[in-house]
């Protein structure tokens, strides 16, 4: 799996997943439930992980790029 964007901002990592979902790519937020459960964990500098396959991150990067969002390098 590749980190393809990071947020501190939960929903904002869902936008992108569901972004990512509508071309076809299989998205993951892998901090997702705690993110929700223990929400003082992100609270600081702790960010929020939204990833995908190791063959899907190039496309995933383009996608973003072309919707206005600045992917992870």
Same mark, same amino acid.
């Given at each position: 799996?590749?980190?393809?964007?990071?947020? #501190?901002?939960?929903?904002?990592?869902?936008?992108?997943?569901?972004?990512?979902?509508?071309? =076809?790519?299989?998205?993951? $937020?892998?901090?997702?439930?705690?993110?929700?459960?223990?929400?003082?964990?992100?609270?600081? #500098?702790?960010? $929020?992980?939204?990833? $995908?396959?190791?063959?899907?991150?190039?496309?995933?990067? #383009?996608?973003?790029?072309?919707? =206005?969002?600045?992917?992870?390098?």
């Amino acid at each position: 799996m590749t980190t393809i964007s990071a947020s #501190a901002n939960l929903d904002h990592i869902f936008m992108l997943r569901a972004l990512l979902e509508s071309c =076809g790519i299989a998205a993951q $937020v892998p901090d997702e439930f705690s993110a929700q459960t223990q929400p003082y964990l992100f609270a600081n #500098a702790t960010t $929020v992980r939204l990833q $995908v396959e190791d063959e899907d991150a190039e496309t995933a990067r #383009a996608i973003l790029r072309q919707n =206005g969002h600045d992917p992870v390098a």
